[in-house]
């Protein structure tokens, strides 16, 4: 494929926030961009503000002229659309080049020096830290990110100057097949998608062939207590990292006064003192895999502390909305048992004497199915839990699986609460509220504008 030689590009999803950063790459190259979405969201409305032609209705007849050229259009579409989407249906019959998201990051990774990060969680906020560090230094970067960085408040940063490459390394539908990392990142390899891979040993093996397309002359830095076997090709060095030890590791973490500080530690140096710009307990490890990217492309030691330091966070990502001495409402994109985890560990460490709530929507049918115990286990963790309808996504629904699931096996003595979404806030209005995250990768986010709001209000 030769972008060069591309006049338009159309997107049969272009408002998820994967395909929403290529949208903005190609418009950036100056091609005529276009294409469908199922509803109107901030990303598609941003999108058709920046110059793309985005509808909303299945409709063959309202894709634009400009990209009925099958010699001069790139269909890009992403797995989330089911395979007898009419629009995509057209465009296959009619010859089209038709390619998945990940099949064009591929393509664009295969252009520079490519820092990917993968894993099961932990990745959004990883490569955008990592992004962050190489951006703001003097080496630079070009990054497509899987949510809106609060420093750019994009999720596409550029960069004219520099070959590197900043990108999320997904593991769904096996996607992150397609790249060809310099370097890569893998965070965590907890069993997910269970709709795709069948078994976890299947998930494993999909790691173990990501980690053999690393470039030779490249470097993989794994999490030090992962069950993965690398498989890295002859050339490419191996690091391990962890919050506590391994080739990169932090020490003298420092806690207290909303904020963390800690050193990091590198094969050959130690940085001393840097402050985490979001201080909870979950980023310590992220960034330490963030540093890692960095100091091994050259950001120096100042760049990496004043980066650290000067890191917003992402949207969704432990994202405080309220944050005061009596009320405290954060949004985070939690959906996997071990993110919940982590993410009501960091709650708890920062507000230890505070009742915390949280609104949780499952996503997906089959991840209820194969996770609710653990789902449940996490929760658990809290002092009152409202669960909401299985958001769906793309799939339809699995007889007998329900957020009931989860409920039943809550412990015994916590608070919960199972409700609709739209009777939410009728539900928040009667509750006592003085910590409350909104966990999942689901639509509740759209939510949370009213529930500020509403908490606001109530705290008058």
Not at 137 to 157: D, P
Not at 229 to 255: I, K, L, N, Q, T
Not at 375 to 388: N, P, W, Y
């Amino acid at each position: 494929m030769d972008i060069s030689a591309l006049q338009s590009v159309y997107f049969v999803g272009a408002g998820g926030i994967g395909m929403s950063a290529l949208a903005r790459f190609f418009l950036f190259k100056g091609k005529y961009v276009a294409g469908y979405d199922r509803t109107p969201s901030e990303l598609t409305e941003k999108l058709i503000a920046e110059g793309a032609d985005i509808h909303y209705a299945e409709d063959v007849r309202l894709i634009p002229e400009k990209c009925l050229d099958k010699d001069a259009t790139l269909v890009i579409y992403t797995p989330a659309v089911p395979a007898t989407h009419r629009e995509l249906e057209y465009f296959v019959a009619n010859g089209f080049q038709v390619c998945k998201r990940s099949q064009v990051l591929g393509l664009i990774t295969r252009s520079g020096k490519a820092l990917c990060v993968a894993g099961t969680h932990g990745k959004t906020t990883t490569s955008a830290m990592a992004a962050h560090l190489l951006h703001q230094s003097h080496v630079g970067c070009t990054a497509f990110l899987g949510g809106i960085s609060k420093n750019y408040g994009t999720n596409l940063i550029l960069s004219e100057k520099s070959d590197f490459i900043v990108a999320e390394a997904d593991e769904f539908d096996r996607s992150f097949h397609w790249l060809s990392p310099y370097m890569s990142v893998v965070t965590a390899t907890d069993p997910d998608h269970l709709d795709v891979y069948g078994t976890k040993e299947a998930y494993l093996e999909s790691f173990a062939k990501y980690t053999s397309l690393i470039c030779p002359g490249g470097c993989l830095i794994l999490h030090k207590n992962l069950e993965l076997v690398p498989r890295a090709c002859e050339g490419v060095r191996v690091y391990s990292y962890s919050r506590d030890e391994g080739d990169f590791h932090a020490s003298r973490v420092r806690v207290g006064n909303g904020k963390i500080v800690m050193d990091f530690v590198a094969p050959s140096t130690v940085i001393p003192d840097v402050e985490l710009g979001v201080p909870v307990l979950v980023n310590i490890e992220n960034s330490v895999a963030a540093m890692a990217l960095a100091w091994l492309n050259g950001v120096s030691e100042e760049e990496i502390r004043r980066g650290m330091a000067s890191f917003r966070g992402v949207e969704r990502r432990f994202d405080f909305k309220i944050k005061s001495d009596n009320l405290v409402l954060l949004s985070d994109y939690a959906h996997h048992p071990e993110e919940i985890r982590q993410s009501v560990i960091s709650v708890r460490e920062l507000y230890k004497d505070k009742k915390i709530t949280a609104v949780f929507q499952p996503h997906l049918y089959t991840r209820t199915r194969d996770f609710y115990r653990e789902f449940a286990q996490s929760l658990s963790l809290l002092d009152e839990v409202i669960l909401l309808d299985i958001y769906p996504a793309r799939e339809k629904p699995i007889p007998g699986v329900t957020s009931r699931l989860i409920y039943d096996c809550l412990r015994t003595g916590i608070r919960k609460i199972m409700c609709s979404r739209e009777k939410l806030l009728d539900v928040l209005e009667n509750e006592s509220i003085e910590v409350l995250i909104v966990l999942g990768a689901g639509d509740v986010d759209n939510d949370v504008p009213a529930i500020q709001a509403l908490l606001e209000s109530k705290n008058k």
